[in-house]
């Protein structure tokens, strides 16, 4: 299987007992991946599918919309209790991640037009 890079740091940061998110922390996921942009969104669904290739046999893989994903006329709802444990970490994981670099981008780019 190719490597992800993306994938492959985030599970790196996991803790080694997953526990089931709170209801807070999902929706904190859900309201945040509401909002993301269709670059956003794609990389969170290849997340998916690659947590997906990585841990299930080649016959539960064929499925395109993998636990429970419904397609709609804007992209993709997933349920996020349907997901793995595991796979809502990594998509917590990434999403913080990715609202801290684009909080840091803002920051960097209000100093630089400060001056």
């Known amino acids: 299987m190719t490597s992800f890079p ?7 940061q996991l803790p ?15 309201d945040h991946i509401t909002e993301f942009n269709s670059t956003e969104h794609e ?3 290849a ?24 397609k709609l006329k804007k992209g993709i709802k997933y349920d996020v209790a349907k997901l793995p444990c595991t796979l ?7 999403v913080r991640i990715h609202l801290d670099s684009l909080n840091e981008r803002m920051v960097t780019t209000e100093l630089s037009s400060d001056t």
């Open 6 to 12: 993306i994938y492959d740091n985030i599970e790196q």
């Open 16 to 30: 080694e007992v997953i526990v089931e998110l709170t209801e807070e922390e999902k929706d904190f996921l859900t």
């Open 43 to 45: 990389i969170i669904y």
């Open 47 to 70: 997340l998916i599918r690659y947590y997906q290739r990585k841990h299930q046999t080649e016959e539960e893989v064929s499925s395109i919309f993998p636990y429970g994903g419904r």
């Open 88 to 94: 809502q970490h990594i998509l917590l994981t990434f």
